[in-house]
């Protein structure tokens, strides 16, 4: 595996200092495996939290939010390393950093084996007191050590999106300890992020769902799920996730995936989401979106065009067509998804909604009252685009002058 130039020369800096700086976690796992990954996590040992802040403030800038977690930020030119000590906890509630407990028992307090394996980018020693590296070629995953295990309860999650990312089976031993984690006291937000994960970064997110269920935690952790929805669950999951990555944006993935999820469940997507208490990702809404076009999906007596102008209205239409695949019955993708395309292109809509044929200066300048009355009518005259009933400004006046009746006329 190629280590980088600026870990090296790190690694060097903290070496002279009497420490030993070491790769480990996900990228020397995926290196393992074959796999392509992005940031190197680092761990310095045997240095003091005051020496390993010198060394790094002279090799770049570095960002102390996170400092009485043990934890460090430092970039260099323009790239950004996390360097951490060793904690001699594994719940996120307790942090005591530990620089000298050794190497063998900071791996200790790692989740599952794999990701308990370190690298010395000096003279790339493998160091693999727990085996990951044999788990990784028997892909299989498996706890570290079962008494800290359950410390941090979201390990349970950790362990289902590790699964759905390989494909890897779990041990009856871990399986037991994640049918006992109680993810009950979790905060949401910790719980949203690993679903996030999964929806985003995971290869097989069905797998997370069907690994949920076989550990008892499906509804702890999604509760609008249901036991005879899962097989609709899966099967959308399925066929969305080979859909996201056709989409622009992490959000628009989101309510493609949310959206897929949620149209094979019976919960309104309001309560649904409200449970994880968010609207938004990031700055862009999120439930909204999602709410608006699974009830364009489930009201689909409207014809294709517009119906494809109305799932316009709500979200960025290359989104909409990815969900109403994803949550059809066939879930036919190839040409259909090529044909909708085609058919969005034609209709005007594939940079946004139809522009508006309506405003209040016209239809107060037809006797039109402001407030209400004025909001119903621009609504009536976008239904009625939307229905392809009307294109052009003109015919909107017309069409407004030819219904409305002043009042005591």
């Known amino acids: 595996m190629t280590i980088p130039s600026l870990v090296t020369k790190l690694a060097t800096s903290i070496s002279a200092e009497g420490g030993r700086l070491l790769a480990v976690g996900g990228w020397v796992r995926d290196n393992i495996a074959k796999r392509d990954s992005k940031d190197v996590d680092l761990e310095a040992h045997n240095i003091s939290s ?51 407990m050794g190497i063998h028992e900071a791996a200790r307090r790692r989740d599952i084996t794999i990701n308990a394996i370190m690298l010395d980018p000096l003279t790339s020693e493998i160091i693999d007191p727990y085996n990951g590296v044999e788990d990784i070629h028997s892909k299989i995953l498996k706890e570290v050590d079962k008494t800290l295990f359950s410390d941090d309860p979201l390990r349970d999650l950790r362990v289902v999106r590790f699964a759905s990312i390989f494909e890897f089976e779990i041990t009856d031993s871990l399986a037991l300890l994640c049918r006992n984690c109680d993810l009950s006291g979790v905060p949401v937000e910790r719980v949203l992020t690993e679903l996030h994960r999964i929806m985003l970064e995971s290869p097989h997110p069905q797998t997370a769902l069907r690994v949920l269920s076989e550990l008892g935690q499906l509804t702890t952790v999604l509760p609008f799920a249901a036991e005879e929805n899962l097989d609709a669950m899966i099967a959308n999951w399925r066929c969305a996730s080979g859909l ?101 292109e034609s209709l005007g809509i594939t940079k946004g909604p139809l522009p508006s044929l309506i405003d209040g200066q016209t239809l107060a300048g037809l006797g039109v009252s402001g407030g209400p009355d004025m909001g119903r009518w621009i609504k009536a005259v ?22 409305f009746a002043p009042s005591g006329d």
Not at 50 to 69: A, I, M, N, Q, T
Not at 391 to 400: I, K
């Open 50 to 100: 005051d020496d390993l802040e010198k060394v790094l403030l002279s090799h770049g800038k570095v960002d102390f939010v996170g400092k009485s977690f043990g934890v460090y930020k430092v970039t260099i030119g323009h790239q950004t390393l996390d360097v951490s000590l060793p904690r001699r906890d594994s719940s996120p509630t307790s942090v005591h950093p530990d620089p000298f």
């Open 244 to 344: 996201r990555n056709g989409l622009s944006s992490d959000h628009l993935r989101l309510v493609l995936m949310w959206g897929a999820v949620l149209q094979a469940s019976a919960d309104e997507p309001s309560g649904a989401l409200g449970h994880f208490k968010i609207k938004r990702y990031g700055k862009t809404p999120l439930l909204k979106p999602v709410a608006d076009l699974l009830n364009t999906l489930s009201s689909h007596s409207q014809d294709l065009d517009t119906l494809l102008r109305t799932m316009a209205e709500h979200c960025d239409i290359s989104t909409g067509i990815a969900l109403a695949i994803a949550t059809s019955s066939t879930h036919t993708v190839g040409i259909e998804i090529s044909y909708l395309n085609d058919r969005a």
């Open 382 to 403: 976008r239904l009625e685009q939307l229905a392809g009933r009307l294109s052009t400004r003109t015919e909107a006046t017309n069409w407004v002058k030819n219904n």
